[in-house]
């Protein structure tokens, strides 16, 4: 997938081991997602989720990237290709700073990908919401995504699956 086609505001890039602290930073300044989906970030939670898939799934697979602005690093997004259907994806994770929220950028990234998506096959786009948490399913429901399926329990509450065809 071309990370380019996704902003025409932000340079796109892979996310590493590197980027460690700014996405600490990022996600610190996020206590609302937080309070819904525990525990607190840290370094070494971080480090998992740069690499961590579901069964079947490769590297080539994830899409672990940041969009940053100016040098800085202002949304990241975790998406795996082909899963859990081969013509659907998986959005694990879009997270904006606090300073780019409510102005519709997360919006603005959404329809950018789900543009790509299409134009690459894919047919819809999923992915799980906390249990509980106003503003994330708000967001969801606005940009046209729906409930499936049962909820998942986890350790702390569920995750309600949501999906859009693209």
């Known amino acids: 997938m071309e990370l380019s086609l996704l902003s025409r505001d932000c ?3 892979r996310l590493s081991q590197e980027d460690i602290p700014a996405l600490l930073a990022l996600c610190s300044g996020n ?10 970030p840290t370094a070494e939670g971080i480090r998992e989720d740069l690499s961590a898939l579901p069964l079947g799934k490769g590297p080539e697979d994830k899409y672990y990237f940041g969009f940053f602005r100016q040098g800085r690093l202002c949304a990241v997004m975790d998406l795996i290709l082909g899963y859990p259907e081969a013509d659907s994806a998986w959005m694990g994770w879009l997270i904006l700073s606090p300073a780019c929220q409510g102005r ?3 919006s603005a990234i959404l329809r950018a ?4 998506l299409a134009a690459e096959g894919f047919r819809e786009l ?5 249990k509980g948490n106003p503003q994330s399913w708000a967001f969801w429901h606005k940009n046209g995504y729906t409930r499936y399926g049962p909820e998942r329990p986890n350790g702390f509450s569920a995750y ?4 859009k065809a693209l």
């Open 160 to 163: 309600l699956p949501m999906k």
């Open 126 to 130: 999923r992915l799980a919401v906390d």
């Open 31 to 40: 206590p609302q997602y937080y309070r819904y989906h525990p525990p607190l």
């Open 104 to 106: 519709g950028e997360a």
């Open 113 to 116: 990908t789900e543009a790509a």
């Open 11 to 13: 340079t796109l890039r």
